[in-house]
Structure formats: C-alpha cells, structure tokens
C-alpha cells in the first residue's frame, strides 16, 4: 500500500504537518492537492506584501504569487479541459490547516521578526511539497498532461526552493 | 508619402533594455527562433555575426533572458517575443533573472 511520503525536515515539521494518506492518490486528488499548495503560497505572498517592507522579500513574494497563480490557472484549464473535478482529501486538507495556522502566527509578528519567518516557512513549505512531488504526486499521476505539468511544476518549486535558502542567507 | 527605411529596432514585447544594439543586417544574416517552454531554454543554434535571435515565451512563467554579464536583458511575459541582433563574435552566457536556475549559451563566429 503506498503511502503519500511526508518528507518533512526538521526544520519544516512546525511549519507544514502532512498527512499520510493509505493508497496513492487518484489524479483528482493530485489536483487538488498541487492546486490547494498553490493557493495557500499564493495568500502567503499576499500576507508577506502587507506585512513586509523588505525589498527582498516583497520581491520574492511578488514572484511566488505570480509563478503560482501562473501554474493554478494552467491546472485549472487543464481538469476542465480533462473534465475533471478536483477532489478534496485529507491531504489538502492538513495542507490548508496547517497554512491557516502559520498564517496567523506570522500576523503577530513585524519587520525582521515577520520576514525571517515568512521566509523559513517558505523554504520548508516548498521542500515539503517538492518532496511530495518528487516521490507521490508525480509517480502516482496517470494523466501525460497532468504529469507534465506536476513536473514543470517541480522544476518550478525547486527554484522556489533556492530562491527562498538564500533571500534567508541574506537576512541572517 | 515619404517610405520608411529605418528597421525597428527592438521587438517591442522585450521590455528589458539590449546592449546589444541593432546593426544593419548584412544579405546572408539569419534569424533564429529559440523557444522557452517548461522551465527551460530551447539550445541556441551557432550564430554568425549579423544575425538575429528571436526569444518567444512560451511558457506559462514569466522569464528574463540575462547576460551574465549584464550586456543584454530581455523581460519576456507569458506569450511575449524579445529580439537580439548579434553584433559581435564571442560567446554570452544568459539566465533567467527569475529563475536563476535557468541558464544558457549561445556563441557567434
């Protein structure tokens, strides 16, 4: 029985909590969950453009929006297209909660306090979902368009990845 | 009405600044279509001096093509076409400002 890996690092395991799911997730279900992943770093950026004043961050947080929102609207035509309806699983659900809860954690705080934080909670969330891609989400995925555009997307998230360990190098 | 001779010299979706600048093209110049898709640049053909490279977006990313050197920066949004005129022999390496991990080549003889 395969499991959705939770690779969560150390570091991350506050940030997202990922649940394990008991079979491979169907290509309804991988859906939601690549699309939920984007959503909740889509609102992340938008709290970070309310909350921040770091240039640098503003600007990373301009890119996650826009990149992500890039990648949803394709997702997006892509289930219509496939006539197929995202399904809601307890995957995307934790992912949501888990997102909810930084979120409000990250409004108590300001300045560098809130930009360190915003910054290491995209590292970690960006890891844990490029791990999910890598071993779950992609393997598990039985539609070539859907597939592809799960890989696009990881080569995507890796760059959010890199681009997120060094705007925190800077800030430290 | 008087004809106009004057070539435009940039493609006006390249909202990025080229230093590269626009040169009269001699007869056997060639134009080269390199296409960005899926994260990635597609390979620069070689080039000769006098030729043009015509950078189209397809992605569904915005995308820089940025000289390492800073020589040339074309800004591409989703669907946009940036031109480069090729002016002088050498090879420029090139990346995406946005996504550094993307990177590229190309070199003129």
């Known amino acids: ?172 | 009405m008087r004809k106009l001779t004057r070539r435009r010299p940039l493609c006006a979706a390249a909202t990025g600044v080229l230093l590269l600048v626009a040169v009269p093209v001699p007869a056997a110049a060639a134009t080269h279509v390199v296409v960005i898709d899926k994260m990635k640049y597609a390979p620069v053909p070689p080039l000769k001096v006098g030729d043009t490279v015509v950078f189209v977006n397809n992605d569904m990313f915005r995308h820089t093509v940025t000289a390492t050197n800073n020589k040339f920066n074309i800004d591409l949004m989703p669907g946009a076409r940036g031109t480069l005129h090729i002016n002088s022999a050498g090879t420029a390496a090139f990346y995406c400002k946005y996504h550094p991990g993307m990177r590229g080549s190309m070199t003129a003889k």
């Open chain 1, 1 to 172: 029985m395969t499991r959705i890996a939770l690779l969560i690092s150390a570091g991350a395991a506050l940030a997202i909590a990922m649940p394990v799911q008991a079979a491979a997730p169907t290509d309804p279900q991988i859906a939601h969950i690549a699309y939920t992943a984007g959503n909740l770093d889509v609102e992340a950026g938008k709290q970070a453009l309310k909350m921040s004043h770091n240039a640098m961050v503003r600007d990373f947080a301009q890119q996650m929006i826009r990149d992500h929102e890039a990648v949803n609207a394709k997702a997006l035509a892509l289930v219509k297209k496939l006539h197929v309806t995202p399904e809601a699983n307890p995957t995307s659900a934790s992912l949501t909660k888990s997102a909810d809860a930084e979120r409000a954690k990250l409004a108590k705080l300001s300045g560098a306090a809130f930009d360190r934080a915003y910054i290491d909670n995209e590292v970690a969330f960006h890891k844990t979902v490029n791990g999910a891609l890598a071993s779950t989400l992609i393997p598990s995925a039985h539609n070539p368009e859907l597939k592809s555009l799960l890989e696009t997307g990881l080569t995507l998230f890796k760059e959010h990845q890199m681009h997120a360990e060094q705007v925190a190098a800077k800030l430290k």
